[in-house]
């Protein structure tokens, strides 16, 4: 019996596993063709070989793991990545956590595609700290308008991918130099010397942040500082990334608008 002549006696039942496989495999094949992750030969600019290795061992993470439809995602660096399972941390089922270690705003934009396809409700952004943990000076580019520039053209390309998606900017958060240098390693930006500091440079983002009257911004740095402006001693274990009890503050500020995104 030929093959069309098999099919042409299928039952309606019978035929429905077949178009089941057919439409699944399409959609497979479609979210390949449209190139959703950064391929693992594209050169992201200022992005250093440690942090090229782990940005692409987690983009392969994001492709067994899709965002899917109808969530929350938080995008940013290790600080996002670090909170883990933020549905658990903030009761809810439709988070998604988009954090990479080491990543920075040039990262963030070749990385974008995926927020476009599944159109979350909405994107929680922190980024732009890597951007400046480096001698920048080396680089007359990496600048305080350009990171703020990058971040504004983040928060352009997801509302032109998903328009309905909003986006949330978050403040930096600052750093303690000398309790990083104590507690994991000295690299010469860090050192009194090297001007402008890290943390004087993440202010200016902070202020180009807060002052535009047109974004959502969330100001979590000033929940973070101490009196001397650094990253509270009692929020992080290293002078950089967070502990449960900056986990636990972070939750607090973002809860509210959680709540409102959800009901």
Known sequence: ??????????????????LFCFFSLSCLNLKS????????????????????????????????????YNKI???????????????????????????ISGDITEGVLERLEEIGYYKPLAVFLLIGFNNFFTDYNSDSEITP???????????????????????????????????????????????????????TQIEKVNLLLMNNDVFNVIDLASSFKDQKELLDNKLSDDGVHLNEAGYSIWVKILKPYLNRINN
């Open 145 to 199: 308008d350009y990171i703020y520039e990058n971040i504004i053209r983040i928060r352009k390309r997801i509302k032109k991918l998903s328009p309905n998606t909003k986006v949330y900017l978050q403040t930096i958060l600052p750093m303690d130099n000398k309790k990083y240098i104590k507690t994991t390693a000295e690299y010469p930006f860090l050192l009194p010397s090297y001007k402008p500091s890290i943390n």
């Open 73 to 99: 995602v938080f995008l940013g660096n290790s600080i996002t990545k670090g909170g883990g399972d933020w549905n658990k941390r903030l009761g809810t089922s439709n988070i998604v956590n988009r954090g």
């Open 33 to 68: 063709s449209l190139n959703l992750y950064p391929d693992s030969t594209l050169t992201i600019k200022s992005q250093g070989d440690w942090a090229k290795n782990r940005y692409f061992k987690r983009i392969q993470d994001f492709k067994e793991d899709p965002i899917g």
């Open 1 to 18: 019996m030929a093959l069309g002549t098999h099919f042409n006696t299928l039952s309606p039942l019978q035929w429905s596993p077949i």
